[in-house]
């Protein structure tokens, strides 16, 4: 059975740093698109950054670029958000999810996703 563990969410001021970390269990990952989301309250849950186990071809929100990086892991076990110059906006529960389809057209669309973690909270204050 593949599980996903989310850690490393937090409280930070305004302009701060959080290092995501979202390790698989079991087969590592369902396929090989992994992906992280968020969703702030009364919001909709929205992809935040995506990236290709094999390629490590990446996709990001246009509110995070240049903020926020996506990694892996050498085994491709775990999968990384870093998180730079966090903004108050930036305030969500954070997801990984793995099953996707990573192209630029779909690598947002949570329909894809098969395996999800139970989210991990990050709050930014100003």
């Known amino acids: 059975q593949v599980q996903l563990v989310e850690s490393g969410g937090g409280s930070v001021q305004t302009g701060g740093s959080l290092r995501l970390s979202c390790t698989g269990s079991?087969?590592?990952?369902?396929?090989?698109?992994v992906a992280w989301f968020r969703q702030a309250p009364g919001k909709e849950r929205e992809g935040v950054a995506s990236i290709l186990t094999d390629s490590e071809t990446t996709n990001y929100h246009h509110s995070v670029k240049g903020r926020f990086t996506i990694s892996q892991d050498n085994a491709k076990t775990t999968a990384f958000l870093q998180m730079d110059n966090l903004k108050p906006e930036d305030t969500a529960m954070y997801y990984c999810a793995s099953g996707g389809v990573c192209n630029r057209f779909s690598w947002a669309d949570q329909s894809y996703f098969d395996t999800w973690g139970q989210g991990t909270q990050v709050t930014v204050s100003s």
């Open positions: 079991g087969y590592a990952y369902s396929s090989n698109c």
